[in-house]
Every structure is written in structure tokens, then in C-alpha cells.
């Protein structure tokens, strides 16, 4: 770490705030898309600040990749266990913090494994795609059947226990990578799962400080950015301190690499999203605290969200299939930019139509994601990261994983000792 230059600091902070204003912004739609969105913008980002042309016709696929990956976490259930975490015994809140860092470890896992394996993926060592989809999907229903069902280990009873699943996936991927010798996709999993994990906890933790002060502001929301920031710092670190293989700039799309994959990026994603959260009933319960009779609101939000996310989608698209194959035509960093912004300013256009932020200044969290998104385009041009390439080593990955763990417990004491009972507290085990 010593090594480390000014640029890759702020590199690395800008990929954390990426992925980390995107993260908040994604505790308001919930689910996998929402988490698919966030990670698809983190992913991006880092692949903006990398500046490696050979990366930029993988760019819509690795995006891709890793917005899959990080929605894939988004399948678990942790409302339970932020609540272990605002208890009052040692063992309650070690035991909230502990299994927060396994949730957004999984997170981050997945998403950092993905994103990196396309970036990884080479002519001479090619990924076999099925082979890894099939892979993850056997892995995934295994450890689900075999640990939560069979074993009965449950983690926040009587909620779901998809945590397995993605266990089972994240293990199944590890396997992958280490069998395949994909060195360099492993470390930017690991090093996404540790930032992704220790944010999680660390975020509860904040929480806990924030609603014992009264802080006015969404503690909830300090939660969510928290995940967000380390896991896209612990991703862009992987990333930047890789070895990754040489290649050549291509002089063509290929329609797997460019058009399929931007279809269900900055599509399909935004699609889901739309069509899951900008529900009649809902809106009009959200618009109904700021306006009286808001039904005439809420079908211009809906409307209006429906455009923004279509026009620029069927834009690109159309754009990239014209281009496809054209001699000498490969994705520029200026194109990708364009992508990144849009895809970026969309989401933050979904957050202020869907919490109704543009009729009151209630949700003041809601304006600081767009300060965050100008800083971040502002900056991400002057910023280049030194690759220092490092080798892969577990033994110190494990020290990593023992050293948060015991500054979790460190946290744990904190906690209890300056609180008592709280609101949404949660107990797993009765001392």
C-alpha cells in the first residue's frame, strides 16, 4: 500500500463513490435490479479510470458482468440481521456485524469475480461462459439444499435464507477461477468481497452512531453508501493491482462483446427496474404525503421515467448497431463516457421521481447524490491509476478476513456500550 500515488488514491476514492452513491440510490428500488444497476455502474467507472483501450470493447460486457454479479446478492434477506447489530449483548451484535460482512462479501464477490473474468478473458485462455453459468448454478442449489435445508444453519430465521445461494454461487466461482488459473479475476473477487463486506458492517456500525446522536439524516441511507464505497474501492484496488494479459486493441464489435450485452445494460436493467417500482398504488402513496390528489402526478412520473430511461437506451443501441463491424471502429473512451454518464444521471432521475424529491426538499440525501455524480464526472478524465501489479496471495487474504473480523468485535464493544434498547432491534440468540 505504501506504493500507492495520489492519482490511484483518488482513483480509488472515485470508484468508491461511484459505486457507493449508486448503492444508496439502490435502497430505493431494492431486489437484484436495483443491485444490477449499482454494480453496472461501479463497473463502468473503474474501466473509465483504468484507461486501457484494450478494455474498452469489453467494456459494455464487462459492465454487464459485474452489474449481474451484484445483483445477484441482491436476492438476500438482511433486515433482520442490521437488527442483531442494534442490540445490547456482545454475542447479538458480533453476531449482526459478523454475518453483515458475509452478506456484502457475497456481494462483492460475485460482482468483483464476474467483472474481472470478463476482463480476464482472453484468445489464448478463453472463459467458457456456460461452463461457469453452469457451474454457479449447481453450486448455488447444492450448498442451498445441502447447508440450509439438510443442516438446517440458518442465518436470520424466519426471513429467507438466500444467503446460501449466493454462497453456493460465490464458492462455485472461486473454484472456477482457482481450477482455470484466472489469478487476476480472483483477486479483484477478493478484494470486492472484503470492501463489500467490511462496508456492510461498518455501515450498521455508523447507523448505530448516527441514531444514538439523532443525527438528522438518513442513518439507513449512511448504510447503504457505506457497502457501496468499500466494495467499489476493494473492487477498483483488485482491478488496478492485477496482472492482466496483453492484447491487442480490436478493430471490430463483435455483437456478444457489444450489442447483446448493451441491450441488457442499459435496457433491460433499467426496464425491470421501472416496471417493478413505479407501481400506481405506491407512487400515490409517496406523492400523497406532498400533494393532494397526486394521480395526475404519479402518471407523468411514471411516464417520465419510462422516457428516460428508453430514449437513451434505444439511442445507443441503435448508434453501436449501426457501427458494428465498420474497419477500424473500436469503442473510445469519449463513448463510453457517454454511456457511463447517462446511465449514471438516469438512475439519479429514477431516485428523485420515485421518493417525489422534486416537489419537497424532505429527502435532503437525494440532492447529495447529484453533487457526488458531478464530482465524479468532473473528475474521472484528470485521474489515472499506477497499475502496480501484486501477486496473488491468500495466506495474507486470510490475515485481511481475521483482521476485520477482530476490528468487528472492537466495533461490537463500542456499540453496546453506548446505547441501550433500540428501536428494530433484533435478538438471534437469548443469554
Not at 472463459?127 to 450448498?143: D, L, N, P, R, S
Request: with cysteine.
Amino acid at each position: 500500500m505504501k506504493n500507492i500515488t495520489k492519482n490511484t488514491v483518488i482513483s480509488l476514492v472515485l470508484a468508491g463513490m461511484a459505486l457507493g452513491t449508486a448503492w444508496a440510490i439502490r435502497g430505493q428500488f431494492g431486489h437484484e435490479q436495483g443491485a444490477a444497476w449499482a454494480g453496472g455502474i461501479g463497473s463502468l467507472c473503474i474501466i473509465l479510470l483504468a484507461k486501457k483501450k484494450s478494455w474498452y470493447n469489453k467494456a459494455m460486457k464487462a459492465a454487464f458482468a459485474g452489474a449481474v454479479g451484484w445483483g445477484l446478492g441482491g436476492m438476500m434477506s438482511y433486515g433482520a440481521v442490521v437488527g442483531y447489530g442494534r442490540g445490547v449483548d456482545f454475542i447479538n451484535v458480533y453476531y449482526g456485524l459478523s454475518m453483515l460482512f458475509i452478506i456484502g462479501g457475497l456481494y462483492g464477490l460475485i460482482g468483483g469475480g464476474l467483472f474481472g473474468l470478463v476482463l480476464a478473458d482472453h484468445p489464448e485462455k478463453k472463459v467458457k461462459w456456460h461452463q461457469v453459468i453452469a457451474e454457479m448454478t449447481v453450486g448455488g442449489v447444492i450448498f442451498y439444499y445441502f447447508i440450509i435445508e439438510q443442516l438446517g444453519i440458518a442465518m436470520t430465521p424466519p426471513r429467507s435464507e438466500a444467503w446460501g445461494v449466493c454462497a453456493g454461487i460465490g464458492i462455485a466461482m472461486m473454484y472456477y477461477l482457482a481450477r482455470k488459473k484466472q489469478y487476476s479475476a480472483m483477486r479483484v473477487a477478493v478484494f470486492a468481497g472484503l470492501g463489500g463486506g467490511f462496508g456492510f458492517a461498518f455501515g450498521n456500525f455508523l447507523q448505530v452512531l448516527g441514531n444514538v446522536a439523532d443525527v438528522p439524516f438518513n442513518m439507513w441511507n449512511v448504510m447503504e453508501y457505506s457497502l457501496g464505497f468499500f466494495g467499489g474501492l476493494g473492487m477498483a484496488y483488485g482491478a488496478f493491482t492485477a496482472s492482466w494479459p496483453e492484447e491487442k486493441e480490436t478493430s471490430r464489435y463483435s455483437f456478444s462483446n457489444l450489442t447483446l450485452p448493451m441491450i441488457g445494460f442499459i435496457f433491460l436493467i433499467p426496464f425491470i427496474v421501472w416496471q417493478q417500482s413505479f407501481v400506481m398504488k405506491d407512487l400515490e402513496t409517496t406523492l400523497g404525503r406532498l400533494i393532494e390528489n397526486p394521480v395526475l402526478w404519479v402518471r407523468m412520473v411514471q411516464w417520465v421515467a419510462l422516457m428516460a430511461f428508453l430514449i437513451p437506451a434505444v439511442t445507443w443501441i441503435s448508434l453501436f448497431s449501426n457501427k458494428k463491424g465498420q474497419s477500424g471502429e473500436s469503442m473510445s473512451h469519449k463513448e463510453i463516457m457517454g454511456i457511463f454518464i447517462t446511465y449514471f444521471a438516469v438512475y439519479i432521475v429514477f431516485t428523485i421521481l420515485i421518493t417525489g424529491s422534486f416537489l419537497s426538499f424532505y429527502r435532503i440525501e437525494q440532492f447529495l447524490y447529484i453533487i457526488n455524480f458531478v464530482v465524479i464526472v468532473l473528475l474521472i478524465q484528470k485521474f489515472q491509476p499506477k497499475i502496480t501489479v501484486k501477486e496473488a496471495n491468500p495466506e495474507k487474504w486470510i490475515y485481511m478476513v481475521l483482521g476485520i473480523l477482530l476490528f468487528l468485535a472492537v466495533l461490537s464493544l463500542i456499540a453496546i456500550s453506548i446505547h441501550g434498547e433500540m428501536p428494530g432491534m433484533n435478538k438471534r440468540f437469548d443469554w
